[in-house]
């Protein structure tokens, strides 16, 4: 084996790497910079990054992408940050992906649908598909994962990449971690690992899209738990036990759902440190603070509108999508943390009930076959 | 089964449980309101808690026991906190523990030892024990837990309970968490649930003594790191991501040291709860945190006198210990934050080294016969 196929899986020297950014928000923008840092250094790859910009125009009239192309700088979601001269702007979705073979995808969860089915033929039939975009949504039958739609949509594979990752901090380059989820194909991981990795963001991978990707959305509701007890003044003591509660749940869901998820994937960036990061800072953890401040009084909607610029919280309605999937198999009592949040989230129940109810260890003989998940 | 035995192991309904706590402190003497309060309530023990309490002669020229009987309430140790009329403050060791058959240890690590010695002939044969001491010392030769030394030196069964609870926040009667680890016999930790748990303190089971009294003394070690990140202003990302990496080398750390530890325990109150409380709050915390604002300059030693009035932290002393352990196996590269921790204590690398090592997953397969607990 060549030292090349050791590093980043790529057994034939001459085909390099092409990688293309579909999305331009402050994530996407900080992962644009992170990449066109590491394939300057990576011979298996391709220079330039290419970076789809949604087009808008600034208040100065010119255009983003422009501004983005002159100055290397996304001074919109991403100002004082220089992303390097490598990474390029581009208007065009179809023009932007088309000679790709590595394409990371960081949009809001909600645009994906749309942006898959314009890229339906569009895009290389060797390339590989990354998702960084947490939230996907919970339905009745189940989780639907945005690399599953990637995957389908698009007939490519899709790992993803989670973890305790708060973009300012990482543009910062401050010291943090990410997980890659991947199926199967552990040198494909690999060669993401590696296109990602820095001496500051430091990344590994696990053989668990499903873990990985569930840890990324299901940690929203834990913050609002979280928050509930901030709002309470209720102590670290009382605030570490919530969390615990949330992980386990987090965990226990997750392998009802897909019985392939693994306990360590819950040690790894994604799991634990991405809910001790969500549960310290975070948007979900704040105005659920201010909520059971209000003693539950003020709307979520009305504390959103305010504080957040109209933006909606992802752990209320990720919340609210749990508790139908609960209600519906009739496991609300193996879940009384998600079940709880989602209670007093609606008003059915005061801010105080997150301690109230007792922990009585959950019956998970209740759900057939699932004993051997708790 | 009667429902006596379902709820706290008893068959014999007219032998009744006789419980005294040894020790007094902050603590000790929580436990102690705990306990009165739940004996009361539960058939099968006697409504008396007997508390060893090391005398002490008061300012007003009053003994400490003498005030504790008089008025419920350890004015010096617990102010302000009724105990129950049926907790009695006892200062003669042996008398207190002469008819009690569930005897709860909460001192401090270092008088365990003398205490031993002075009980030993003095217990009941058919006693159980169960220590609530967090601390213990790693030897060269493997960790020496109290656990161990309460049961080699008395003849008696001996569980632990740690987790994630201030005892100030207990005495307050705020929602938190416990874990009692215990070596193969259910029907006794059972009895220690029941006799601890109320509605605000929730405790459960976990066969896996060991486990459970390894995290409540490396998650010191750990909460030094996470003050070091503070003192650095390194942000949420990088707290939580060190957290992280702590949480694996207590988990690995454990698990070389005695094959039987479980995984799950780590998602126990006792392992990831306690570890966030400690990482938040909590001593060895804050003066990481100052000894990292003052950039390694001030010792601890010196940190620890005007911070803590001469009481010594229990991470710089866990580090050293269990630098030792790693350095004689030649384990150091497997730990990188366990031995970057002690280096950065005892002034051979600057507060920012803690960020500075890359994970590079550590290579297992260099410990024989351990690549599985990784």
Redesign the interface.
């Known amino acids: 084996m060549s030292p090349t196929t050791a590093i980043d899986g790529n057994s034939n020297p001459n085909k390099k790497f092409k990688v293309t950014v579909v999305g331009s928000g402050n994530w996407g923008s900080v992962a644009a910079k992170l990449l066109g840092s590491n394939t300057l250094k990576l011979s298996s790859f391709h220079d330039e990054v290419r970076m789809w910009v949604f087009e808008e125009t600034l208040p100065s009239g010119e255009k983003l992408t422009d501004v983005i192309n002159r100055d290397n700088e996304n001074v919109k979601y991403l100002p004082g940050i220089k992303l390097g001269r490598n990474v390029v702007a581009d208007p065009d979705l179809v023009n932007a992906v088309k000679d790709a073979n590595m394409l990371v995808f960081v949009t809001p969860h909600q645009f994906m649908e749309g942006i898959c089915k314009k890229l339906v033929g569009k895009v290389r039939s060797d390339a590989e598909a990354i998702s960084l975009i947490k939230g996907m949504e919970v339905k009745m039958e189940g989780p639907c994962m945005i690399s599953s739609l990637i995957s389908e949509l698009l007939g490519i594979n899709c790992c993803v990449l989670m973890g ?3 973009a300012n ?2 543009a910062k380059e ?4 990410a997980t890659v989820g991947y199926r199967e194909h552990r040198e494909v991981a690999e060669r993401w690992v590696n296109l990602f990795s820095t ?2 963001f ?1 990344v ?1 991978a696990v053989e668990d899209v499903e873990g990985v990707e569930l840890c990324g959305t299901l940690k929203n509701v834990v913050a609002l738990a979280a928050g509930f007890v901030d709002g309470l003044d ?12 949330g ?2 749940e987090m ?1 226990v869901f997750s392998k009802l759902m897909f019985s392939s998820v693994k ?2 994937t ?4 994604c799991g ?3 809910l ?2 969500t549960c ?2 975070g948007r979900n953890r704040k105005v659920a603070d201010a909520f059971a401040r209000n003693g539950g009084k003020r709307s979520f909607d009305e504390l959103e509108a305010e504080m957040l610029q109209g933006q909606k919280l992802q752990g209320v309605s990720t919340a609210k999508e749990v508790y139908e999937v609960l209600s519906k198999r009739g496991w609300q009592e193996l879940f009384p943390l998600f079940t709880t949040v989602h209670e007093i989230s609606i008003g059915r129940l005061p801010p105080s009930a997150i ?1 109230e109810y ?2 009585h ?1 959950p019956n998970f003989s209740l759900v057939e076959g699932s004993a051997q998940y708790y």
């Not at 209720?234 to 509660?245: L, V």
């Open positions: 305790a990752n708060i901090e990482i401050m010291f943090s971690e001496t500051y430091i590994s209720m102590g670290n003591n009382t605030k570490a036990a919530i969390m615990r509660i992980l386990r965990r306990d360590n819950f040690f790894e960036s634990v440190a991405d001790i990061t310290l800072g301690v007792s922990e260890t």
